[in-house]
């Protein structure tokens, strides 16, 4: 069975070949995806906010809580660390006020910690597509770990 | 003192939901002035929703719509989102400029006029709010984007998201006497101000 799984903003799910996982409309939400392509097990989140300062209260609208629990089940389902690839999408300039500072954008700080946080978990980031001003539809293709990134005006493509 | 969103009692509810239809009832006034066109209100709505939901509110998370978002500064805070399918965004500018314009919905021109319009109605619904319940309340300049609902949506819901796992939308829908163009205008107070806003119209 080849199901499509969709994933809302502020979750995240994982599931193994042949699944797609799907998040629609990412604007200054990132998507981040990662993958096992030895296993063909992977995993999509939808984040809205960069870091958790509550650490009671965990929740996958965090990036920081997101990737970790991600990742948790990710290895309770056969994942090895070393064959993960990730990638991550969107964190858009939706709305621009006159005067207002893009490097502040909440897209943009989203960019930034989700890089971090992979980056002191040791991933490198296999391929990205960020930035800009438009929304972004992803689906990441469990059997061969393709991802592909619709927009509405600004083409498709797999990354 | 604060309230959360998730535990607004039905009296409550109602109230913001008055709030709505004041302001709202001003609302349509003015824009049936400026496009010189009998403009319907519906019954204004006050939903809870949880975050993951409010993308799909509007027929899907990836229907292509035009948005125009405003913040809500003063006593109170918060957020105004005014959405048009394409086509209703492409009948008010026909409507407000006379001819279709050539460069479509992405053009500056229109851009411009559905701002101004996003504008006029966020003005005369927050002046009509103020008057109510006697609290100082004004929009920012407006900002546009014409993408999918969803890429929208959640990004107006990241601020409140910091703090609330759920959002209060007062929503009241917009239309003219054809229906030709139908807009559904939302306005989502932050957590902070839900117990200001409701003590000034004297509940809770």
Not at chain 2, 82 to 103: C, D, N, Q, R, Y
Request: charged share 25%; hydrophobic share 40%.
């Amino acid at each position: 069975m080849n199901a499509s799984i969709k994933i809302g903003i502020a979750d995240y799910k994982v599931s193994k070949s042949p699944d797609r996982l799907v998040t629609l409309g990412l604007g200054s939400c990132v998507g981040i995806t990662m993958y096992d392509q030895i296993n063909k097990i992977g995993g999509l989140a939808h984040i809205m906010l960069p870091k958790n300062n509550n650490p009671e209260k965990r929740s996958p609208k965090f990036a920081d809580d997101a990737i970790e629990d991600m990742l948790g089940e990710l290895l309770k389902m056969g994942v090895r660390t070393r064959n993960i690839q990730t990638k991550i999408i969107g964190g858009a300039q939706m709305f621009s006020f006159a005067g207002a500072n893009n490097k502040k954008s909440v897209g943009h700080r989203n960019v930034v910690a989700v890089k971090q946080i992979l980056e002191e978990l040791k991933f490198r980031i296999k391929a990205e597509d960020t930035g800009g001003t438009f929304g972004r539809t992803i689906e990441l293709n469990l059997e061969n770990g393709e991802l592909r990134v619709k927009t509405i005006g600004h083409g498709e493509k797999i990354i | 003192m604060s309230v959360k969103i998730e535990e607004l009692n039905n009296i409550e509810l109602d109230a913001l939901r008055e709030v709505g239809n004041i302001g709202a009832g001003n609302a349509a006034t003015a824009l049936s002035q400026v496009l010189n066109k009998r403009i319907d209100m519906s019954v204004p709505r006050a939903k809870v929703l949880e975050l993951s939901k409010v993308p799909e509110i509007l027929g899907g998370a990836e229907k292509l719509v035009v948005g125009v978002y405003l913040k809500i500064y003063g006593d109170i805070q918060g957020s105004i989102m005014f959405l048009l399918p394409t086509e209703s965004a492409e009948e008010l500018i026909e409507t407000l400029l006379g001819e279709s314009e050539p460069e479509g919905l992405a053009g500056e021109i229109s851009q411009s006029a559905i701002m101004e319009v996003g504008n006029i109605l966020s003005s005369s619904y927050l002046n009509a709010l103020s008057e109510f319940a006697n609290l100082t309340v004004v929009p920012s300049t407006p900002a546009l984007a014409y993408d999918m609902a969803g890429a929208l949506f959640s990004t107006i819901l990241i601020e409140l998201s910091e703090v609330s796992d759920y959002a209060l939308l007062i929503e009241t829908e917009f239309t003219s006497d054809g229906r030709e163009i139908d807009g559904s205008f939302f306005m989502l107070p932050d957590v902070d101000s839900l117990h200001i806003l409701l003590k000034s119209i004297g509940v809770s």
